[in-house]
């Protein structure tokens, strides 16, 4: 099948081009002939295969669905790379020289040095063999002493071992050298004394240089014991190239220990792009799959073949795809067992190391479409107290507004428990209600409409700090208020308020009193405060048993309520919401007459909040009703 935009030949099969990744017609168009196909492709390929051929620019030359910030950045990633790559190999071709060049005679045992070669190398700048030979001399130099000459063209990069120095020794006359112990004795006590007294600079020079193929003069014969001090000297070299050989092994064993540097081949196929975490046993790299065609990482598909830029089943960009590469070391080689956070699609070992690719879960959002909320909110005097007024106060204040089909809520819902035995107890909890509604409607509904309607732009979104704030202050204006109409009208009332703030995602729960917030998670239920009373002290103290709270005589005596003073501490912290999660406020007339397990089964079983308000309040009053009962739930959608 011809791809109709960039001419490419695909598969019948296939339903994405492998080129440029365009959706491919299921059926080929009736009456299209071979001559016209071939006529196409060639009026193309000088064109359109070229543009295919190199990597796009624009980003919105990709699909829509498949180039993700993540895959964009590690094509830049790789794009910069291979220029990096292609600078560097440049760079090579243009310095490089032989190897003699480069090669530094003191990187060599010294063992190999010939007697005065540390002083001539002293004498010359950095250290460097100046040869003062003839042409002559110098290729006769490189043919009789071509393996322990340093300087030679043949000398290797690596210390020779001990048979190639046993036959260069053994291939060379015993008078034509200089006694090794020379050498060793002129390493350890200084340079060598020049060969003769009336010799100018320059020919001491040469014949430390060339001392190797001079033959001895009539005032220095041949000692007897040359050919034992060579075995000698041939042993110890054995034993120093054994050294280096080790310690060679230990220096790449702990150069290969280090973190990978960026640009790394591993596997031939994995490219390193960053280290992303470094730990004792394990190396976290962020790396880009070079073979990406394999395996989609889309699909999983395996039906794609090398060159493939696009899958030909879902469309997915085959290359620049981020991986999580796990590094282990000897210690710890089950990849299994240690990764944990996505999917493992490849193990394999390089270097004596374990290495485990992941591509890790893509994060989504728990609410693709915003947060929906419904809310319901119910009270009742209880059985005991029908002849009473009510003094509980409940609040739901709920703006939800969707804009391109994303929800976008904001509410206050609180419940307040007049103090029974006080005067005035329902006036205390609707001052209460009344001050943190006025407070939330001005500075959290309309401030962003106000806003909105003056820029005709969408408001930015409050930051935690002042959303924290704004429900703080509204909870103490509420208490200076009642402060202020105790102290005017010589009164005692208050209240207990607990409660709770959504915006968005995350809820801001609050608390002062006996009161309770609750909240479900995965149909289990969890209390989301502290109750400020003196059985709540027990508690917490380990002094008193969770069920014997709800018999306690003094389980009325509460030491933190709105009113009371005019500094009150408030409890205030943040929960994120998912979900299916199910919060609930409540007066202690619900709480103390409805256990936990009672309520966990109504939230979980109720269909919807206003049903799960009257169940509560409907058991409460079965179970006794002996004080006010007031509940507010909230279900997140």
Known sequence: ???????????????????????????????????????????????????????????????????????????????????????????????????????????????????????????????????????????????????????????????????????????QPVESEQPASAAVSGAAEGPAEPAAEGATEEQSQEGTTTAVEEQPSADQPAQPEAAEQTSAASAELESQSQQAENLGGEAVAGASSGPLESGTLLGGRYLINQLVQEEEHERIYQVTDQQGYQRCWNCGSQENAEGDEFCINCGAELLGMPYLLHEFSGERTSPETQVTGGHIINTFIEG????????????RDPFPEGVHLMAAALSDAGILRRDQPNEDSTLVLLLERSHESISQPMGIFIVADGMGGHASGQLASRVAVNTIAERIVRDLLAAPLSAERESQQPPAPAEEDQLVRLLQEAVEEANSRLCQINQQNKTDMGCTLTGFMIVGRHSYIVNVGDSRTYMVRGGQLYQRTTDHSLVGQLVAGGLLQPDEVYTHPQRSQIFRSLGDRPNVQIDLFKQELYPGDILLSCSDGLWEM?????????????????????????????????????????FVR
Not at 73 to 83: D, G, K, L
Not at 595 to 603: A, C, F, G, V
Not at 623 to 630: L, V
């Open 1 to 171: 099948m011809i791809c109709p935009v960039c001419s490419t030949p695909n598969r019948d099969d296939a339903k994405f081009c492998k080129s440029c990744g365009r959706s491919l017609p299921r059926e080929a168009p009736a009456g299209e002939s071979s001559a016209a196909s071939e006529q196409s492709t060639g009026q193309s390929q000088g064109v359109e295969r070229v543009a295919a051929s190199q990597e796009p620019e624009d980003p919105s030359l990709a699909p829509t669905l498949i180039l993700t910030p993540e895959r964009m950045m590690a094509y830049h990633s790789q794009r910069w790379q291979r220029e990096l790559e292609e600078a560097e190999r440049q760079q090579q071709q243009a310095n490089s020289r032989p190897e003699q060049e480069t090669r530094d005679v003191a990187d060599l045992p010294t063992i190999l040095l010939a007697p005065g070669m540390g002083e001539r190398m002293a004498e010359t700048p950095g250290g460097a063999v100046v040869s003062e030979q003839s042409p002559a001399s110098a290729a006769a130099t490189g043919e009789r002493s071509g393996q322990a000459e340093p300087g030679s063209a043949a000398a290797s990069s690596s210390p020779p071992s001990s048979g190639e120095l046993m036959g260069a020794s053994a291939a």
């Open 352 to 363: 004596g190391r374990t290495y485990a690719v992941e591509q890790p879960q893509a994060e």
């Open 594 to 634: 409805v256990r936990d397990p009672q309520i966990e089964s109504i939230l979980n079983a109720a269909p919807d909040p206003q049903t799960a308000c009257a169940q509560l309040i409907e058991a409460a009053n079965a179970n006794g009703g002996e004080d006010n009962i007031s509940a507010v739930v909230v």
